[in-house]
């Protein structure tokens, strides 16, 4: 059993950063892929960006490529996603997840993940 906490959501102005994180708990966070995922009022829950369990391979959505990262911290069982160059069309709850899949080493679908945080609102002002 995995339990996840997002942290570091806020309103920022358009052109700012904001750096998330989730903390994991539990003795195999090192096994598990990790994603983000958000959802805006009225959308449904798309993808961001998502790291293996070793940080061997990253993905991201087309809309946060070049301006978010993803990255992890095995040892403190923590990923993080910084976010630069924030667009009002970032606005979102923002959730972390974690999966594991046999034979599959990342996750872009909410399908493929088995564990959720709670959220964190991210609000982008223009």
């Known amino acids: 059993q995995v339990q996840l906490v997002e942290s570091g959501g806020g309103l920022v102005q358009a052109g700012g950063s904001l750096r998330l994180a989730c903390a994991a708990s539990?003795?195999?966070?090192?096994?598990?892929?990790m994603g983000w995922f958000r959802q805006a009022p009225g959308k449904e829950r798309e993808f961001v960006a998502a790291?293996?369990?070793?940080?061997?391979?990253?993905h991201y959505a087309d809309s946060a490529k070049g301006r978010f990262t993803i990255s992890r911290d095995n040892a403190k069982n923590t990923m993080y996603l910084q976010m630069n160059s924030l667009k009002p069309e970032d606005t979102a709850v923002y959730y972390c997840?974690?999966?594991?899949?046999?034979?599959?080493?990342?996750?872009?679908?909410?399908?493929?993940?088995?564990?959720w945080g709670q959220g964190t609102q991210v609000t982008v002002s223009s």
């Open positions: 539990g003795p195999t966070f090192n096994n598990y892929f």
């Open positions: 790291i293996s369990w070793g940080s061997i391979s990253t």
């Open positions: 997840a974690a999966g594991l899949k046999p034979k599959l080493l990342i996750g872009v679908r909410p399908n493929e993940y088995d564990y």
